[in-house]
């Protein structure tokens, strides 16, 4: 069984920053199954990333995923307030525990 | 515009059962994969079980196998979760999923809350 761990869990940063988060696997996987969620509190999860590197509709060009094997990558270039959520890799039907972007 | 719509949720003592419902609206129901995740007050996403579109394969997170059964209606244009036997552990947030591909989810109902107490 796959696990997926997400580093680090929380990061507190402000406006402007750029941001890389990971996600690791406990054993390779197929990047077309790699997939980025966001979610803000009280609010279901909302699919950012598929494929390892493809934007959902409607995600600003900001959000960036990438990698290969078992080291993935989802990059925020320059941090809005609205992006201050916890975001969620996956992998086929296994999820990483979740980063939490906190406000500086 | 894809809705998913989940009810069904609510106050459950420990050891009863209970039947969550996701209507579906906006796209070819019968044409996807449906999947339940779930969320545990304060923590991560945990897939649940999903459900083809013909209603032929299914499957179910072994931890809950024998427990949860997963099913649906093409014609209601629903689907169904049947829980019993159920724990305080599986005191969650319930959210119906449309299933694009091996797990990419790409709508998300609101989701219903299921407490499990005494």
């Known amino acids: 069984e796959i696990v997926l761990t997400q580093s680090p869990g929380t990061l507190s940063l402000s406006p402007g920053e750029r941001i890389i988060l990971s996600c690791r696997a406990s054993?390779?996987?197929?990047?077309?199954?790699l997939v980025w969620y966001q979610q803000k509190p009280g609010q279901a999860p909302r699919l950012l990333i598929y494929?390892?590197?493809t934007r959902a509709t409607g995600i600003p060009d900001r959000f960036s995923g990438s990698g290969s094997g078992t080291d993935f990558t989802l990059t925020i270039s320059r941090l809005e307030p609205e992006d201050f959520a916890v975001y969620y890799c996956?992998?086929?039907?296994?999820f990483g525990q979740g980063t939490k972007l906190e406000i500086k | 515009e894809v809705q998913l719509v989940e009810s069904g949720g609510g106050l459950v003592q420990p050891g009863g059962s209970l039947r969550l419902s996701c209507a579906a609206s906006g796209f070819t129901f019968s044409g996807y994969w449906i999947s339940w995740v779930r969320q545990a007050p304060g923590k991560g996403l945990e897939w649940v079980a999903n459900i083809d579109g013909n209603g032929v394969e299914k499957n179910v997170v072994h931890t809950m196998n024998g427990r949860f059964t997963i099913s649906r209606d093409n014609a209601r244009n629903s689907v169904y979760l049947q829980m019993n036997s159920l724990r305080a552990e599986d005191t969650a947030v319930y959210y119906c999923t449309r299933d694009a591909i091996w797990g990419r989810f790409d709508y998300w109902g609101q989701g219903t809350l299921v407490t499990v107490s005494s």
């Open positions: 996956q992998s086929k039907y296994t």
């Open positions: 494929g390892a590197s």
């Open positions: 054993q390779s996987v197929t990047s077309d199954y």
